[in-house]
């Protein structure tokens, strides 16, 4: 079973860049119960900041291979200091097999690309999805015209 996952970034989860407070206490809730529950041989991440990176460390801490599917080298490059680390320890655990989606460097098709491809490799999707329009809309969209199982969790649940 591979399990990829799909959802937003801290600016729509309350601004918890640090994974400090009641949207990352609740997604990690979540995840871990999905997690324990459908007991995934591999899962996939985006490696994009918020919920991916959450599904990331959750996988790591029980023990499962992660495959996060960067969109293009340098994914990371505009981001906060604290932010390029998490990313680069998240890379260096044994447990972590990087896949580059695609060449060069970015394009905003690329994100879409990324999406597509972690579907398509995946059994079930999970949407930490407040149901706003957006990159994770469009990864829930392009699962659902596939047929793809997709498990919901809406982070405004937290409250």
């Known amino acids: 079973m ?3 996952i799909t959802g937003h ?4 989860l309350g601004k918890e860049y640090g994974f400090i407070g009641p949207y990352t206490d609740y997604i990690k809730g979540e995840l871990f119960k999905h997690i324990d ?9 985006g490696m994009a900041l918020g919920v991916d990176q959450i599904w990331e460390k959750c996988g790591i801490r ?9 969109p ?3 994914q990371e490059s505009v981001w906060p200091e604290k932010s390029k680390r998490l990313y680069k320890l998240i890379l260096e655990n044994s447990l972590v097999e990087k896949f580059v989606v695609s060449d060069g460097g970015y394009s905003v098709s ?5 999406n597509e491809w972690m579907v398509d490799n995946s ?7 407040d149901g706003s329009n957006g990159g994770t809309a469009n990864c829930v969209e392009y699962a659902e015209s596939l047929g793809k199982k ?4 809406n982070p405004n649940e937290a409250f």
């Open 72 to 74: 293009f080298e340098g």
């Open 37 to 45: 529950e459908l007991k995934p041989s591999k899962i996939i991440s």
């Open 2 to 4: 591979i399990v990829s």
């Open 62 to 70: 029980r023990g499962i291979r992660v495959v996060p599917a960067v």
């Open 123 to 129: 059994d079930i999707l999970i949407a930490v999805w």
């Open 9 to 12: 970034r801290p600016s729509k």
């Open 110 to 114: 690329k994100m879409q690309t990324r």
């Open 150 to 153: 997709t498990i919901r969790i």
